[in-house]
């Protein structure tokens, strides 16, 4: 009698079969340049991670007032802004790979003046040097919507989203067990090294071409002409500008009206990650859920983590809204997964330091705005960026259904229209004559 066979299981992998599985799954369905950037931006997040939600405490501990602390926050602000002017061009004419790693080692030294300086105006040096990483962030972009094909918005999602929030959720937590138990200049110290681990990551990126038009010229002027570029960047200046109103002295409000610790603020920077985390993977599994969208539901997150702590200070209900300040990361990340998937290839770089240059100037005026309202009333930052985030999002739906959809069929058509001319052309020379 023959034995029974069980086909209700399935055959296991052995071999190179499971090998291959394994190697698949911890690639996260990345490409290996894609893998490097993911693992880059990971350590370079957990170092900025230590000392995010409690720098601003760090300018207090300094001397520093309400409205000096919103200006030093500016500083760097405006200085973000001026970075982004050069980096589109920068990004067109040089080494994308070069660029990368370079503005990321920038930081290192920044994170070191940091922890020497003895009053709050040291700070200024270390806080302009620290956003030359910015100069960075079209190459990053443009690099990551070539390495990321053809599944773009996973590749943003996972890369500007999912592995920094992964590392938000630990980082804040050692950051603000350190600065309570030992001490903030120690913080730095450990940033820097995590940001020179990223750096080591990063180098190992390959060399890829620049992306040129043979048939249209690249500008400033030329994208700011694109329906859909200027939407999209005019919206992130608007949304970052709101968003930076909002959470900029959002740890000093904790700490100040409801005595929270420098670890309990590390502690909810940790939960906001896990938010971040959860709201990627949401954009990652719903095909509903656009990247604008999800904009859209991640400003009203930042909302929702604004009207709670002028509510209450309990610590368990902010515990669970600010699950919603993660709606920052998410919201910022996105605006490249838009571009990506509307605007032509040889426009992307200028694109994406146009929307990073005005959202950059929204984020940096908004902290000077932010500083002399909390030092006319506590809450009153919040209160201004809370009523301001359902409007965004109703704005980001029509930015949708006006320019991106429209836009997205228009890529869809020229995509099309090319594979067809490559069809039906004729031979090469080459192969004519074989």
Request: positive net charge; charged residues 10%; contains cysteine.
């Amino acid at each position: 009698m023959s034995a029974r066979i069980d086909r209700s299981r399935k055959p296991r992998l052995t071999g190179r079969g499971a090998s291959a599985r394994r190697r698949r799954r911890l690639s996260l369905g990345l490409s290996r340049d894609a893998l490097l950037l993911f693992w880059g931006l990971f350590w370079w997040e957990f170092g900025y991670g230590l000392f995010m939600y409690l720098l601003t405490l760090y300018m207090q501990e300094l001397g520093a007032t309400s409205v000096q602390i919103g200006t030093l926050v500016g500083i760097q602000g405006l200085a973000r802004f001026l970075m982004y002017i050069p980096s589109g061009i920068i990004a067109e004419r040089y080494s994308r790979r070069l660029i990368i790693i370079w503005t990321t080692f920038a930081t290192a030294p920044a994170a070191i003046m940091y922890a020497l300086a003895q009053t709050w105006w040291h700070l200024i040096p270390g806080l302009i040097l620290f956003v030359v990483a910015n100069l960075g962030t079209p190459a990053y972009s443009s690099y990551i919507a070539e390495a990321g094909a053809p599944n773009r918005a996973r590749a943003f999602a996972l890369i500007y989203t999912v592995g920094p929030s992964a590392s938000l959720v630990i980082a804040p937590l050692c950051g603000g067990w350190l600065a309570d138990r030992i001490s903030m200049r120690l913080v730095f110290v450990l940033s820097a090294i995590s940001f020179l681990i990223a750096t080591i990551i990063l180098w190992q990126l390959s060399e890829r071409p620049l992306v040129r038009s043979s048939t249209a010229k690249t500008s400033y002027m030329g994208a700011l002409r694109t329906p859909i570029i200027r939407a999209v960047a005019l919206f992130q200046l608007a949304v970052l500008g709101v968003l930076g109103l909002g959470t900029t002295l959002l740890p000093n409000f904790l700490h100040d009206e409801h005595g929270l610790s420098l670890a309990t603020v590390g502690n909810f920077g940790s939960i906001a990650a896990v938010g971040s985390i959860l709201l990627s993977f949401a954009v990652g599994r719903s095909a509903w859920l656009t990247a604008i969208r999800a904009i859209a539901l991640a400003t009203l997150a930042i909302g929702l983590v604004c009207v709670v702590p002028l509510l209450t200070g309990n610590i368990w209900i902010l515990a669970v809204a600010f699950l919603g300040r993660g709606g920052l990361t998410v919201a910022w990340s996105l605006f490249a997964a838009v571009l990506s998937d509307t605007v032509p290839m040889h426009l992307q770089a200028r694109a994406f330091a146009l929307a990073e240059l005005l959202g950059a100037l929204g984020f940096g005026l908004a902290p000077f705005a932010a500083g002399a309202l909390y030092d006319w009333h506590h809450g009153s930052p919040l209160l201004f960026a809370a009523l301001a985030t359902p409007a965004l999002a109703v704005v980001a739906l029509w930015i949708e259904r006006r320019f991106v959809i429209p836009s997205m069929a228009e890529r869809k058509l020229e995509a099309s229209a090319l594979a067809d001319q490559a069809s039906h052309s004729p031979p090469a020379e080459g192969m004519a004559n074989a």
